[in-house]
């Protein structure tokens, strides 16, 4: 099963903050995702990530969420102004294709306070 | 509509029986269907994926899909203690990029 890691595995951030999650695929796939838990709650999808672009993006994906990944290697997503809404455990996911199973990172659990 | 939907439970068995896991999914263009088991506090690993009608096995687990019914179920074979876990379904649509649906969950439980 292909690794992914995550970075940091616990944020606590104060409301307004700017916060960065990265995401290290230790592998050759292709097609990154940010899905995000809130406690209680389904996992929902945030964007994918293809060919150094979003391809996908779902409503909850705002102006205030951007990612990218600036070496080729780390994957990050970035929130530019949290809410105390945005509390959650943010999984990183990686695929080969678009249409194969998808390898889920450890998480990072968000605290906006 | 939902889009993923699955019995929240909690589903209790005891062990050495078989534990009936089952989803059903909205979209009939759904075209990759999975199931992940997650811990509390822990991410989704993924145990088992379906594409095709029918049933597919894999060691201890079963996942069965029927497309007319937009149902797919996972049997758990010889529960043990350390399958006590919730279990994901999640549905992969055929207009999506890669992005998958999930259903709330089924908390199991196995007691010894």
């Known amino acids: 099963e292909p690794e992914v890691t995550q970075t940091p595995s616990h944020q606590v951030t104060q409301m307004g903050q700017e916060v960065i999650l990265r995401c290290v695929p230790i592998s050759n796939h292709l097609y990154f995702y940010w899905y995000r838990q809130i406690l209680g709650q389904k996992v929902e999808f945030l964007v994918s990530f293809y060919n150094n672009e979003i391809s996908e993006k779902s409503e909850i994906f705002d102006d205030q969420f951007s990612v990218e990944r600036p070496d080729g290697s780390n994957f990050t997503l970035k929130i530019r102004s949290t809410k105390l809404e945005d509390s959650a455990m943010y999984f990183c996911?990686?695929?080969?294709?678009?249409?194969?199973?998808?390898?889920f990172g450890q998480g990072t659990r968000l605290t906006v306070v | 509509q939902k889009e993923v939907e699955q019995n929240s439970g909690p589903l209790s068995v005891p062990e050495g029986a078989i534990a009936s896991l089952n989803c059903t999914y909205s979209d009939r263009g759904s075209q990759s269907f999975f199931w992940y088991r997650q811990y509390s506090g822990k991410s989704p690993e993924l145990i088992m994926f379906?594409?095709?009608?029918g049933d597919k096995e894999d060691g201890r687990f079963t996942a069965q899909l029927n497309k007319a019914s937009q149902y797919v179920s996972l049997l758990i074979r010889d529960s043990q203690p350390s399958d006590s876990a919730t279990y994901l379904c999640a549905v992969r649509r055929g207009s999506t990029l890669g992005r998958l649906y999930f259903g709330r969950g089924t908390q199991l439980t196995v007691w010894p």
């Open positions: 996911a990686i695929s080969g294709t678009a249409n194969t199973e998808a390898f």
């Open positions: 379906i594409y095709s009608n």
